[in-house]
């Protein structure tokens, strides 16, 4: 996918580049071409994710020397309208939700900060692209794309896309990380009638002073905050290293978002991280597919959900229907629930209920019978609470 928006680039924006970009456009999209050709040897046995990985490091080498003979076609030579140019477009044009997209696009923005004479060096970052770096708190199982997820619903709240504005998360993650760390992260933010050549024209062109100007305002009420990221500082800075900055916010101390939410975080930390043999079971049976984070999540959200304001309920039973419906109750050899669809109750036969269940929980696709009952109850003590 990344070839082809590449080789699109020399078919229809050839004439946008100056000479210099222009060569090592067509340079490039030939560099990459070649490296697959090994790719279609028939002796080869080699899976998709063979043929993804050689095309990703097919990328540094021919972004660098794409002709090892030519050093001066480069990426570490080409003029910051050139690169963005090429950089936006194609960013723009890919699924950013993809894994490989966001791998293929920050490589090869971590190629020119690489070189030591790119005009990324001296880049005044108070025009055409505006550099926003943050100081953000977050907690356990943090992921790239937990980051890049962040970032998109910053940009959802402050309508980035329809303002016309595209943006580029660079965040500083590796495996090494621990439980309540912090970390930076670079936003880079841009006109889309600036550099994406395949934006539709448009006479009325994007206000980056207005977008960053909302961006610090609501940075500082906390109220851009995630469920499990917190934003501690902004700065606007004018070069790529941040030595000048146009601004320096400190957010508001306020955790994520919502009353209490620091402490329902802190809360399914622990139920996350304790292993379930910790827990008292229902039955005897466990499913086995079940993930735990998405369970607890939904437990905690039912959890605060109840503690809401409801009206009153009010009893719409005669007296005669009252002690009918609790004689009903008190039979033991019915059961009566819920009906899997709308909001109507069924009655059912005690024995063929668990008749039935028994088939659904011997069933060893979804179930497995749990060998041992651990009744440990959890005595962790959670801070924030």
């Known amino acids: 996918m990344f070839a082809t928006k590449f080789c699109n680039l ?9 000479q210099e970009g222009q060569r090592w456009i067509d340079a490039v999209r030939k560099c990459l071409q070649v490296s697959l050709v090994q790719t279609l040897r028939p002796y080869l046995r080699l899976t998709c994710k063979d043929v993804k990985q050689l095309a990703f490091d097919s990328h540094t080498p021919c972004y660098v020397h794409p002709v090892p003979e030519s050093p001066s076609i480069s990426v570490c030579n080409l003029g910051a309208s050139d690169f963005f140019s090429v950089f936006w477009t194609i960013k723009s044009s890919l699924r950013m939700s993809a894994d490989s997209s966001r791998r293929t696009i920050r490589g090869m923005f971590g190629i020119l900060k690489t070189c ?4 990324l060096k001296k880049f005044n970052f108070d025009g055409t692209v505006r550099l926003l770096k943050l100081r953000l708190k977050y907690f356990r199982r943090l992921t790239m794309r937990t980051l890049n997820d962040f970032v998109n619903s910053i940009a959802k709240k402050l309508r ?6 595209i943006w580029f998360a660079d965040p500083e993650i590796n495996s090494t990380t621990s439980a309540s760390s912090e970390t930076y992260m670079n936003i880079y933010l841009t006109d889309r009638n600036v550099y ?17 100007n909302e961006f610090k305002k609501m940075t500082k009420t906390g109220d851009l905050n995630g469920f499990s990221i917190t934003i501690l500082s902004s700065q606007g800075c004018l070069d790529a290293n941040c ?5 320096n916010i400190t957010a508001r101390n306020k955790g994520v978002r919502g009353d209490g939410s620091m402490c329902l975080l802190n809360l399914m930390i622990v139920v996350v991280d304790t292993s379930p043999q910790r827990f008292r ?14 369970e607890n999540y939904l437990f905690a959200t039912k959890l605060e959900l109840s503690k809401l304001k409801m009206n009153k309920i009010r009893d719409n039973l005669s007296k005669k229907e009252r002690i009918a419906l609790n004689n009903l109750r008190a039979n033991k050899n019915i059961i009566i629930k819920k009906a899997d669809k709308n909001s109507s109750t069924v009655v059912l036969d005690k024995k063929l209920y668990i008749k039935q269940a028994m088939v659904i929980l ?9 060998q041992e009952c651990h009744t440990e109850d959890i005595s962790e003590t959670i801070n924030g609470c």
């Open 160 to 165: 980035w896309q329809e303002t016309g504005i």
């Open 243 to 247: 030595d000048k900055l146009s601004f």
């Open 196 to 212: 994406d050549l395949n934006a539709d024209n448009t006479t009325v062109p994007s206000n980056l002073n207005t977008t960053v």
């Open 362 to 370: 011997n069933n060893n696709i979804h179930y497995e019978q749990i």
């Open 116 to 119: 030591p004479g790119s005009f």
């Open 10 to 18: 020399y078919l229809q924006n050839y004439n946008d580049f100056s």
């Open 281 to 294: 079971r229902k039955s005897g049976y466990k499913l086995k597919h079940a993930n735990n984070t998405i």
